[in-house]
């Protein structure tokens, strides 16, 4: 996984790697999988990544991550959202494509936000278990 950022970045440049953090108050686990709660955005944070890789767990019995790298352009923000009962924060990694040109027309997305490829960016929060490098602009 490092050698794939690596290869994206640059052997010389400094990135660093992001995830989303679940904060819990004393819920066990297994509730907050089972329970929707209604959540406030606190804090939004643009990361100002010039490239980013994006790891995915994959459902095998043993740790296997997917990587990526997209040409097109993307955002990446780190997002603070608190649960109405205040028990739960979770300082979120979200990603957000601005250019969906190129994107299959059929794709999911284009039906659940009811848009068409290329007029809106689409963005999605990233799993706690799931990996985002990023290439901050400073280090360009």
């Known amino acids: 996984m490092l050698d794939f ?10 990135f660093k790697v992001v995830s989303t953090i679940h904060h819990r108050n004393s819920i066990p686990k ?11 955005m606190v804090n939004i944070k643009d990361l100002s990544a010039t490239s980013m890789v994006a790891c995915h767990t994959m459902p095998y019995p043993y740790t296997v991550f997917y ?7 993307t955002k990446v923000f ?7 009962d205040a028990d739960e924060k979770v300082d979120a990694v979200v990603v957000c494509h601005m250019d969906t040109s190129e994107w299959n027309p059929a794709h999911v997305s284009f ?7 290329g007029t809106d960016p689409v963005c999605h929060f990233f799993p706690e278990d799931h990996l985002v490098w990023v290439l901050p602009a400073s280090a360009v």
Do not use: D, W
């Open 5 to 14: 950022a690596r290869s994206i970045f640059g052997m010389g440049t400094h």
């Open 30 to 40: 297994s509730l907050t999988n089972s329970v929707l709660h209604n959540y406030t």
């Open 67 to 73: 990587c990526h790298h997209t040409e097109t352009q």
């Open 78 to 84: 780190k997002v603070s959202v608190i649960s109405e």
């Open 111 to 117: 039906r659940v936000l009811k848009i068409k490829p």
